[in-house]
């Protein structure tokens, strides 16, 4: 997943910060903290979110100082490159827990088999206006059925079938209320059953994502990366789904996407300005994973321009920073084979300005010595991310 929480509005103008700096050189830093087991220990975090590649708070701080949108991906993803991406995206419709795809009836809509030819659905039946259209599997075909006063079936097709849209928004209806959305809206066979899938192109898909991932009102180049970023990501999962019936899912397990109702025409414009634009690795699309705030601070991944380095545009998440205060006990609690608490030994990453990104834990007691990453002990703390301090009090 690229970044599992939204960000929210700064607060304030971010401060004066040098320009571009190259990665960092790696260097191990550990603290010790020791405690009697009537002590307690102080945490102090910074940022949100898992820290890998771009910070959306540092997109901002860097736009505010007048870098542009390539200017700032180049920095959060060295050593990558530029390419095009289009297309359409399937997206897996999560709230849609039903077996069925029920749409609100309009004109324009048409309905198919994938892969095949369209039919034109009538507006009315008789002379009933029709209020929704739906579509259920019957074995491996698709049911098609109208509502006027009563269900009543329309026609039977062949396989998967799907609502094609055109240019206008199609009401969705999902367990507990409705959503808008662009392109066609698809029952698509699944091991279990049948689920919504959304299918439309790329740039359509960002309309509905960039504003959930970053406020649209922010400084125009970092919207901007943001749009790359996003469309990079997805590029990235399409390319990756294998025989997944779905490039990518709606919560923040993948991008979060909210379909027509989240445009916004700040972001839309930003999507524009950058068409088809991606960020390239080996002359593929880059995992561009991305976080609200990596704390001044990023994290390494899973690719060689996912790196370890000081972020000096990024200031922290607004609420920073976050506080928190446990007993020996509470901390003890996490095993059972511990006894009383003795020391937190924390193996950071190279030392900055909060003692750079945790990446392991060693808690001892009287009797045992257990350690875990960072991003665990910061989960069970529930802290924001992996970049905090401790200190025994």
């Given amino acids: 997943m690229p970044r599992a929480v939204p960000a929210l509005l700064l607060g304030a103008l971010l401060g004066v910060v040098p320009a571009l700096p190259g990665p960092a050189a790696a260097e191990t830093v550990n603290q010790s903290y020791a405690m009697p087991g009537t002590g307690a220990i102080t945490i102090t975090g910074h940022g949100f979110g898992h820290g890998h590649g771009m910070s959306q708070y540092g997109a901002e701080g860097a736009a505010r100082q007048g870098k542009t949108w390539r200017e700032i991906l180049q920095f959060y993803y ?3 490159s530029w390419g095009t991406a289009t297309g359409n995206l399937r997206v897996l419709i999560t709230s849609d827990t039903s077996d069925d795809v029920m749409i609100g009836g309009r004109d324009g809509l048409k309905v198919r088999s994938v ?12 002379d009933k206006p029709v209020k929704r259209w739906r579509i259920k599997a019957s074995g491996s075909d698709s049911v098609v059925s109208y509502r006027v006063s009563s269900w009543k079936v329309f026609d039977t097709l062949p396989g998967d079938a799907e609502f094609v849209g055109g240019n206008k928004p199609t009401t969705l209806y ?7 959305y662009r392109g066609a809206l698809r029952s698509a066979t699944t091991p ?10 790329i740039d359509n898909y960002l309309q509905g994502v960039v504003p959930r991932e970053m406020p649209a009102l922010w400084a125009p180049e970092a919207v901007k990366s943001q749009a790359i970023a996003a469309r990079t990501y997805a590029a990235y999962e399409r390319a990756n789904a294998g025989v997944r019936y779905y490039d990518l899912c709606d919560t923040d397990h ?15 414009a930003a999507i524009g300005a950058t068409a088809g634009e991606i960020v390239t690795y080996d002359d593929e699309p880059a995992f561009t994973q991305f976080s609200a705030s990596n704390g001044g601070y990023s994290a390494a991944g899973s690719f060689p321009y996912l790196v370890s380095e000081v972020d000096p545009f990024d200031h922290g998440y607004p609420t920073d920073p976050q506080t928190k205060t446990f007993t020996a006990e509470q901390v003890t609690s996490h095993w059972t084979d511990l006894g009383d608490l003795v020391s937190v030994v924390t193996q950071d990453g190279p030392a900055g300005e909060h003692g750079g990104r945790v990446a392991n834990v060693t808690v001892t007691g009287t009797q045992s010595s257990h350690t875990i990453s960072g991003a665990t002990f910061a989960s069970w703390f529930g802290l924001r991310s992996a970049v905090f301090d401790v200190t025994a009090s």
């Fill in 115 to 126: 892969g095949g030819k369209a039919t034109k659905l009538p507006t009315t039946i008789g």
């Fill in 174 to 180: 999902v367990p507990g209320g409705s959503r808008e």
């Fill in 78 to 80: 060295p050593g990558t």
């Fill in 192 to 201: 279990s059953g049948r689920d919504t899938v959304n299918v439309l192109g």
């Fill in 254 to 268: 993948c991008q979060v996407y909210g379909g027509y109702d989240d445009e916004h025409p700040s972001a839309t």
